[in-house]
C-alpha cells in the first residue's frame, strides 16, 4: 500500500509516500522506500489509519430508539473491534420525547475512550 499520510498511535506520518509492508497478513513495516518486492499492481491511497473508522453508527442491537443503542455503548463498542472498525462516531438523532436524564447518561457515556 503507498500513501502520502499515515495516522498511527504515536503521531501522523505526513513524510510520504509512505509504503506500508503486509507479510502473512500482518503489518510488518512501514517505510519510505519503495520495496524491491513490490507488486506492478499494489493500492494507492491518500491516507492510512488503523483499522476502520465508522464515522456514522447508530448502534447495533435492535432497538427501536437509535438512543437506546447508546443507553448501553459498551454492547456496540464491544462488537465493533469484531468487525474491524476500531473507532466510531455515534450519531444520535433525538425523538420529540427524549428525556433530559437520557441525554445525562449518554454525555458521561458515549465520548469515552474504551480499552
Same mark, same amino acid.
Given at each position: ?30 517505510? %519510505? ?13 491518500? #491516507?492510512? /489509519?488503523?483499522? +476502520? ?20 455503548? %459498551? ?13 466510531? #462516531?455515534? /450519531?444520535?438523532? +433525538? ?21
Amino acid at each position: 500500500v503507498e500513501a502520502q499520510l499515515a495516522v498511527l498511535p504515536g503521531g501522523v506520518l505526513d513524510n510520504g509516500p509512505l509504503y506500508l509492508i503486509i507479510k502473512n497478513q500482518n503489518i510488518s513495516a512501514i517505510q %519510505n522506500e519503495r520495496p524491491a518486492e513490490a507488486h506492478d499492481h499494489f493500492i494507492q491511497a491518500h #491516507l492510512i /489509519t488503523p483499522g +476502520f473508522i465508522d464515522i456514522h453508527t447508530h448502534g447495533l442491537g435492535g432497538a427501536d430508539e437509535v438512543t437506546e443503542f447508546w443507553l448501553n455503548p %459498551n454492547y456496540t463498542l464491544q462488537l465493533l473491534p469484531n468487525r474491524g472498525t476500531t473507532s466510531c #462516531l455515534a /450519531t444520535l438523532v +433525538f425523538p420529540k420525547d427524549f428525556k433530559t436524564s437520557q441525554f445525562e447518561f449518554l454525555s458521561k457515556s458515549v465520548g469515552k475512550i474504551t480499552p
